[in-house]
């Protein structure tokens, strides 16, 4: 019980200073552009990331009953979505560069990668991943803690979409054209900075 409670003051402290991100146009009001974007680097990747990550390790490793029987099948899903969502991340990293973790209010429009097809592919590639690993670790803490995080990914993208409405001009109009999670059949819309 002990450990299911450290996971989840891990987990939720991480996950609530990850979304610092989402906070970047208040923070540089309130302090200036440069120490707003250094504000949400430092709770974002200095806290925040080391901290959710640290409690879904601890969930992975915490002992518990399979949900449903181990076969090849569901660890052959996993492992794709996994993979999937890892690919989309590695191609939408280097689109959006160094805004992905540091954030600013000098920031522009990505108009390259999959920001053209949606809004948020990082935390598309992060929901396909979080499945992948509840179908490899089917215990019910660690489907849980997935799914505790697939639901943080869907509020931080709807929190993130309310600063970028205030730093990017144009921003309203990417909301009206470009999907948020799944791309459209026949999307070939320019892309913007999103998670």
């Known amino acids: 019980m002990q450990t299911a409670i450290v996971i989840g003051l891990l987990l ?9 991100s989402a906070f970047t146009a208040a923070f540089s009001r309130r302090w200036g552009a440069r120490p707003g974007q250094w504000i949400t680097l ?9 901290l959710w990550i640290s409690g879904l390790v601890l969930a992975v490793r915490l002992p518990g009953q399979r949900l ?25 990293v280097p689109a959006v560069g ?14 390259s990668g999959p920001y053209a097809y949606v ?28 799914g505790i995080c697939g639901l943080w990914l869907v509020a931080q993208a709807w929190l993130e979409e309310r600063d970028l ?3 990017l001009p ?11 999670f799944v791309p459209r059949r026949s999307s070939g819309s320019a892309g913007a900075r999103g998670g």
Do not use: K
């Open 165 to 167: 409405l205030q730093r």
């Open 68 to 92: 449903v029987p181990a076969h090849p099948l569901a660890d052959m899903a996993g492992w794709f979505l996994i993979a999937c969502g890892a690919t989309l991340v590695v191609w939408a």
């Open 170 to 180: 144009g921003y309203a109009d990417y909301i009206r054209r470009v999907p948020r």
């Open 119 to 146: 809004r948020h592919p990082v935390y598309s590639g992060g929901l396909l991943e979080f499945a992948g690993l509840a179908l490899l670790r089917p215990t019910p803490v660690f489907v849980l803690v997935c």
């Open 98 to 111: 160094r805004r992905a973790l540091a954030p600013s209010m000098a920031d522009t429009l990505v108009v």
């Open 12 to 20: 939720l402290t991480g996950l609530v200073l990850n979304s610092a």
């Open 42 to 50: 430092v709770l974002r990747v200095g806290l925040g990331m080391p």
